[in-house]
């Protein structure tokens, strides 16, 4: 084997069997995000809708991962139920080590079981074992059984699965990795549930060998990353407090969607700050594997058993986006009534911020009459709490027609009962930043429909030109440097350490000078190689919406201009008709 050459392995769900293979060159798909869209290219049937049992459902990691820290993520790449186009979706948790300890750099599910299964796959172990007992559980079950399925052996050990959501198929259903991460958005965890798959149990229960002839040389560099991780300000600001540091901000800046983004600003949003958690619900940080940050909050939550004077604490993870989807968002305005539905989306394995952003739809549509409560079920009004549990249940479960409607996506429910104009949805359901027009055109249009895609809400903040061209240069570029990062899979939180000439050394050191040396064009066709395939598998940019609500936002800086929003979308468009054209008619 090249040492270029990635090591997949590859899963026949359907005939129970599995391969291991070489594939492509880290030299040019680098890996995670790059190395995702290869593999789709290979094995994905971009004219064939996202359920066949051929499509493929890929984990990749990158070459870093596991010589440097927080290069601790994991890319998804699947064909998404939201849209029935090529999707990813990132995580954290144990998932990218086990993988790095157990060989491969990517995995890959094929075909669809006969019966629900769980799959594991170590070092020296392939197998699946049969879990039609599990189908059916929620997620803290599903882990909780899984747990004993499969003991810990020596190494690193990290279990994925799905909740009834997945098994429902809702087109945002999650994939919970290792109890406090997922891949959240654009519903992976439907397509685990169409092949069958509860659960996916890795066990790193190899060896890897450090990097280089001269081990000297490596654990310099390792040592100078890991005091640049630790010694800036990243570690304070991601640690502490963490993310939800920017609830108060925001809401201060106009720029907080509240109740269905009717509102960006509400003194009540004090309820919900990060200070708030910190001081009345966090009892521990958690991290993911190989870093040296801990950004993960675990909240403490007390929940009295009905008609019992007996009480259960729960452990459960929040951040800025939870807090926002499930708080602010549906107008609970207490950190812990936020933390309980939290809680009880956690167990249906849904995305958070998609079914927040639904809720909210739900419960303006409720109030304007264009729900009934046959329908609803369900007393859905801004801050009741019990509705929203009865409900996020109830979506988990497709409960009934409207449920099941509304787990397909607020545009999608809209589309039948009404209410287009307030769905809050830009590609998928919003993600917390009310902060204006080039936000709104990034998520409108960018690849995951993420806030994490480019950082236009920060160029919201510190722009007011309002110059388009400016804007969509701005989004292309950043846009473009993410993949990288995206496609060596760091967290991007690590984004101001990690800079071009620390990943030269890294790579260098790790034996591949000759990527060092090309980042930017591998970065660069990897960032056409993804919008290819998006395009290749359905996406039309130019049908893409933002719905009015959006145009009625006011934040600090005043109204939105339609006029600025339009034109910034028109020029990223273009761009990326242009970064997704074949090579061969690409005009450069
Ligand atoms: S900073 Fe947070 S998300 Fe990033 S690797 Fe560390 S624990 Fe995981």
Not at 201 to 229: C, H, Q, R
Not at 271 to 278: P, V
Not at 556 to 561: F, I, Q, S
Request: charged share 20%; glycine share 10%; with cysteine.
């Amino acid at each position: 084997m090249s040492d270029a050459a990635f090591r997949v392995c590859i899963i026949h769900l359907h005939r129970g069997k599995s391969e291991i293979v070489t594939f492509g060159d880290k030299n040019k798909h680098i890996g995670g995000s790059g190395l995702a869209a290869a593999l789709f290219e290979q094995f994905g049937l971009p004219g064939e809708p996202w359920s066949h049992p051929d499509q493929p459902l890929i984990f990749a990691i990158g070459c870093l991962t596991g010589y440097f820290p927080l290069m601790s993520k994991t890319v998804a790449g699947f064909k998404s139920p939201y849209h029935d186009q090529y999707a990813e979706s990132h995580a954290g948790g144990r998932l990218a080590l086990a993988m790095r300890f157990a060989g491969y750099d990517a995995i890959v599910l094929r075909g669809r079981a006969r019966l629900p299964v769980a799959v594991h796959i170590g070092s020296r172990i392939i197998e699946t074992k049969d879990a039609n007992y599990l189908w059916g559980a929620n997620v803290f079950t599903a882990g909780r059984v899984i747990r004993r399925a499969f003991p810990s052996g020596s190494g690193h050990r990290s279990i994925l699965r799905i909740g009834p959501a997945g098994e429902t198929l809702s087109a945002y259903a999650c994939i919970n990795v290792d109890t406090f991460r997922h891949f959240g958005r654009l519903g992976s965890g439907s397509v685990m549930g169409v092949k069958n798959v509860k659960a996916i149990v890795v066990s790193g229960d190899g060896d890897m060998e450090l990097p280089g002839t001269d081990s000297k040389v490596y654990g310099k560099l390792f040592k100078k990353v890991y005091k640049d991780m630790t010694a800036t300000e990243m570690m304070s600001k991601y640690h502490d407090l963490g993310t939800p540091v920017n609830i108060a901000p925001l809401n201060a800046l106009k720029s907080l969607p509240i109740r269905n983004l009717q509102q960006t600003s509400d003194p009540d949003a004090e309820g919900l700050s990060g200070e708030k958690f910190g001081a009345d619900l966090l009892i521990r940080n958690a991290a993911c594997s190989g870093c040296p940050v801990g950004c993960i909050h675990v909240g403490m939550l007390r929940e009295q058993f009905q008609d019992e004077h007996r009480f259960q604490i729960r452990q459960v993870s929040y951040d800025f986006e939870t807090i926002f989807s499930l708080g602010s968002m549906v107008g609970l305005m207490d950190a812990s009534s936020a933390l309980a539905l939290m809680d009880e989306v956690e167990k249906q394995g849904l995305d958070a911020m998609s079914t927040g952003v639904a809720l909210a739809w739900a419960t303006e549509a409720f109030q304007k009459g264009l729900l009934s409560m046959e329908q609803v079920e369900y007393d859905l009004a801004f801050g009741n709490l019990q509705a929203y549990k009865e409900a996020v249940w109830c979506l988990g479960h497709a409960k009934n027609e409207f449920y099941r409607d509304l787990a397909q996506g607020s545009m999608h429910a809209a589309g039948k009962y009404g209410g287009e104009d307030f769905a809050c949805v830009l590609g998928q359901e919003m993600a917390g930043y009310a902060t204006g027009e080039t936000f709104f055109a990034s998520q409108s249009l960018s690849f995951r429909h993420s806030h994490l895609d480019t950082g236009a809400y920060g160029y919201d903040q510190k722009h007011h030109d309002k110059n388009p061209d400016k804007a969509v240069a701005f989004m292309v570029e950043d846009e473009r440097e993410r993949v990288l990062l995206t496609s060596l899979v760091a967290c991007l939180f690590a984004r101001g350490v990690y800079k071009k000439e620390l990943l030269a050394e890294c790579l260098a050191c790790v034996g591949l000078p000759d990527l060092a040396a090309n980042m930017d064009q591998a970065s660069e066709d990897m960032q056409r190689l993804r919008w290819r395939t998006r395009l290749a598998t359905g996406f039309e940019p130019e049908k893409s919406r933002v719905p009015k609500r959006f145009l009625e936002v006011e934040t600090w800086a005043g109204n939105m201009e339609p006029a600025y929003l339009d034109a910034v979308r028109q020029g990223y468009i273009k761009v990326i008709r242009e970064l997704g054209a074949p090579a061969e008619t690409r005009q450069e």
